[in-house]
């Protein structure tokens, strides 16, 4: 990957990690008010952090 | 941001990082069999939650009072501690020991079928998932122990904080996800380093702060019990503590709590004299009764020898703001898809904590600039210096 010439803002550069950090929350905390279906939904949530690695991984140069 | 304060967040993040780093290593390698501690002990033959049927402890079944004879009869000379109920078998636990105000390690722990009666025998123990629990609670050292790892966990949060304020200059001219691993095994480092702590970072704060909430655990309920407990009892105050010879019927005790909190399914009893109870009390606590608030519990005291009721309240918003926090450090409500994503984010931490001790372990020689230099250049340093 090639460094690119205009900086990003925090705005930019933190989007994704706020993302991630709402979704690993959400997650967290749909899972502790119920069963079944608030379950699935906390699993999908806290397996997006994994996904994004993986996609990263796929794309590592 | 300016190289004068990323010199100073990198010096956050390098002594938060040396400081705590290895004592996290340690945590997250015993907490990761920890997250399995049910699967592992059916696999044992261990786990009589999933072997016994019948209707759950909580609920009914044989009456307290011939199940505490039960055990009492096990341990003749000591007095019961406490009696705990399965909200999913007939599993019932009562714990005993030499005396009320017994210490934990002299306390035993029997288990019972409270369907039909029987005695289970000594709860297994000893094994090495007890020794990992030991190792990840305290580290063998009591108090003082569990009170280093606390430290260590609100350390750990300082090395999150940092992290994220030197993940901004670090990332100003890199895309998201960037891997580069085909250049030095530095770069690759800096780089692993970086986005898998920025991806588990709410991940890693939320287990580290959880973590940090339950080593303080004995003083909070201790503080409740010097000041909740003792403004419930104060027509109790100054009266001798009730002899165990004395302690009237469970079940009457068990009804004037359930008649004060109707609809809740209770999880244990305290006996009178230890620290979750008066020295003239059954403290029977209960579930809330939603999903969220069942790991909150409220407890009910009730006269040990006449069984009536003499006060319920809610626990204070600092000991219901731990019992929220247990589930959230197990990962145990969700499922055992949940425990595997508690594992893969588990694995992620110790890998940030690896590459960043080999970052610093491997630290080319020369002064801070060039660290500061390679954060501010997006692991770059040599090629702009």
Request: net charge neutral; with cysteine; hydrophobic share 50%.
């Amino acid at each position: 990957m090639t460094l690119r010439r205009r900086p990003r803002s925090p705005a930019q550069i933190f989007a994704m990690p706020l993302l991630l950090a709402i979704a690993t929350i959400v997650g967290l905390v749909v899972g502790l008010t119920g069963e079944g279906f608030r379950d699935g939904l906390s699993w999908l949530l806290l397996a997006l952090p994994l996904v994004v690695l993986a996609a990263a991984w796929a794309r590592r140069g | 941001m300016t190289s004068g304060s990323i010199r100073t967040w990198y010096w956050v993040h390098k002594w938060s990082g040396i400081l705590s780093t290895l004592f996290l290593l340690m945590l997250c390698l015993t907490g990761l069999p920890l997250i399995f501690h049910d699967e592992i002990e059916a696999l044992t033959g261990e786990d009589y939650e999933a072997t016994l049927a019948g209707t759950p402890s909580a609920e009914g079944g044989q009456p307290l009072d011939a199940m505490l004879n039960l055990a009492m009869a096990e341990r003749p000379g000591e007095v019961p501690l406490f009696m705990a109920f399965s909200q999913t078998s007939p599993l019932l636990t009562v714990t005993t020991g030499p005396s009320p105000d017994a210490p934990g390690d002299r306390m035993t722990l029997l288990f019972f079928d409270r369907a039909t009666g029987r005695s289970l025998g000594p709860a297994p123990g000893g094994g090495v998932m007890d020794f990992l629990l030991q190792l990840h609670t305290d580290m063998f050292l009591g108090l003082p122990g569990m009170f280093l790892l606390g430290g260590m966990g609100v350390v750990f949060l300082l090395a999150l904080v940092s992290g994220v304020v030197l993940y901004a200059p670090f990332m100003r001219r890199l895309g998201f996800g960037t891997l580069r691993t085909g250049r030095s095994k530095r770069l690759s480092w800096l780089d692993q380093h970086n986005l898998l702590g920025i991806v588990a970072l709410a991940w890693m704060v939320v287990v580290g702060a959880t973590g940090a909430i339950n080593a303080f655990a004995d003083p909070m309920v201790a503080s409740w019990q010097e000041r909740e407990v003792a403004r419930m009892t104060a027509a109790y105050a100054g009266l001798d503590p009730l002899p165990p010879e004395r302690y009237g019927s469970l079940d009457r005790a068990m009804a004037s709590a359930q008649a004060a909190l109707p609809g809740r399914s209770p999880q244990f009893i305290a006996f009178p004299g230890g620290a979750w109870s008066s020295a003239h009390h059954y403290a029977v606590f209960f579930q809330g009764d939603t999903p969220l608030t069942q790991h909150l519990l409220t407890p009910a005291l009730i006269d040990a020898e006449s069984g009536g009721l003499t006060d319920s309240r809610e626990m204070p918003v600092i000991n219901q703001a731990l019992m929220m926090s247990k589930p959230l450090h197990f990962g145990d409500y969700g499922g055992l898809p949940l425990k595997l994503l508690w594992a893969a984010l588990d694995v992620a931490t110790i890998w940030v904590l690896w590459t960043g001790l080999l970052l610093w372990l491997r630290r080319r020689p020369g002064a801070v600039d060039r660290r500061v230099m390679e954060i501010s250049q997006g692991g770059l340093a040599d090629a702009r210096a």
